[in-house]
């Protein structure tokens, strides 16, 4: 059964860059055919994707975030990091690892989730 | 941008049967297939049914989804007081390249 860890400051300050990794333990980040995602959610608010990395390394990113995330795997550590430039306010969250079972650009399934780690932008 | 409209919320007494919409377009339910996921507070999602009307190992058979056009639902049946969590609809997204989730509807049980 894989599981996935989130860690990560808590604390960030604005125009940072965010930065979390993503321990992932019953699985390799370059084995089988999954896409390793991040997903956030703001405080009583919904969930929105962030991007994802397939098992190739190959990423693709929320339109709305591609100029300030990029998403990288460490295979020495099975380790999936999220960094997130240029922060404000607005990026305040909990923040989510997570798996997308698949191979295929358009699979979505997320069959399995982190924790997820709270990450508060304020100076 | 793309938008798949959730109704906030929703309720039901135990042993009721509730329904939960998703509506969508063209560019994800329309095209694609709809997962819907569980959510209690503090706590990650749960992946409540997949393609359209699929339930992981696990998932009570209470829980069914279905979809038609670019509307998708997800009906419990035998409501019952642990039920009572926010539920989202996924799917893929043209527009997004990736998934798209719905706003979320919060399942009280009365």
């Known amino acids: 059964q894989v599981q996935l860890q989130e860690s990560g400051p808590g604390l960030v300050k604005p125009s940072q860059t965010l930065s979390l990794t993503c321990t992932v333990s019953?699985?390799?980040?370059?084995?089988?055919?999954?896409?390793w995602s991040w997903v956030r959610q703001p405080a009583g608010k919904g969930l929105e994707w962030i991007g994802r990395?397939?098992?190739?390394?190959?990423?693709n990113y929320n339109p709305a975030l591609r100029s300030r995330v990029s998403i990288s795997g460490d295979t020495s550590k099975n380790q999936v990091s999220l960094n997130l430039t240029s922060v404000t306010a607005a990026d305040t969250a909990v923040y989510f690892c997570?798996?997308?079972?698949?191979?295929?650009?358009?699979?979505?399934?997320?069959?399995?989730w982190g924790q997820g780690t709270l990450v508060t932008v304020s100076s | 941008q793309s938008v798949l409209t959730q109704p906030p919320s929703a309720s039901g007494t135990p042993g009721q049967r509730v329904t939960i919409s998703c509506s969508g377009s063209?560019?994800?339910?329309?095209?694609?297939?709809v997962n819907w996921y569980l959510q209690f507070p503090g706590t990650a999602p749960k992946l409540l049914i997949y393609?359209?009307?699929q339930r992981p190992s696990g998932v009570p058979d209470r829980f069914s989804g279905s979809k038609s056009g670019t509307s998708a639902s997800l009906a419990i049946s035998g409501l019952q007081s642990e039920d009572e969590a926010d539920y989202y609809c996924?799917?893929?997204?043209?527009?997004?390249?990736?998934?798209?989730f719905g706003g979320g509807t919060k399942l009280t049980v009365l």
């Open positions: 019953g699985g390799s980040i370059r084995g089988g055919s999954y896409y």
């Open positions: 990395m397939y098992t190739s390394g190959a990423a």
């Open positions: 996924a799917a893929f997204d043209g527009n997004l390249n990736g998934p798209l």
């Open positions: 063209s560019s994800n339910i329309g095209s694609n297939t």
């Open positions: 393609s359209n009307n």
């Open positions: 997570a798996r997308i079972v698949g191979s295929d650009w358009k699979d979505v399934t997320f069959d399995s």
